[in-house]
């Protein structure tokens, strides 16, 4: 988002839990938006953790990061694909 000059504003600061241990995150977004976002990586985790039972925890929040850029990518490269598509049909 784009700030006046001059103008400080203030980073929203969201409690927030992720397998199972409790983070306070800062950032710009609505609260909502990073308890959304929180919620995605959480159920992610606990999903992988589950799979995983015997795997360090934080191996399991690479798995983590792994998984969700994968979903990331796929995704960016199905828009990019419709894009062309609307495009070719304009």
Not at 21 to 38: F, K, N
Not at 54 to 73: F, G, K, Q
Request: proline share 4%; hydrophobic share 40%; net charge neutral.
């Amino acid at each position: 988002m784009a700030h006046a000059e001059g103008v400080k504003r203030e980073k929203t600061r969201v409690r927030v839990v992720i397998g199972g241990e409790e983070y306070v995150l800062r950032g710009d977004a609505p609260p909502e938006y990073i308890q959304q976002v929180a919620k995605i990586v959480d159920e992610t985790f606990s999903r992988l953790q589950a799979t995983y039972p015997n795997v360090p925890r934080h191996r399991v929040a690479i798995l983590t990061a792994m998984h969700l850029a994968d979903e990331i990518h796929r995704l960016r490269r199905e828009t990019d694909e419709l894009t062309k598509l609307l495009e070719e049909v304009k």
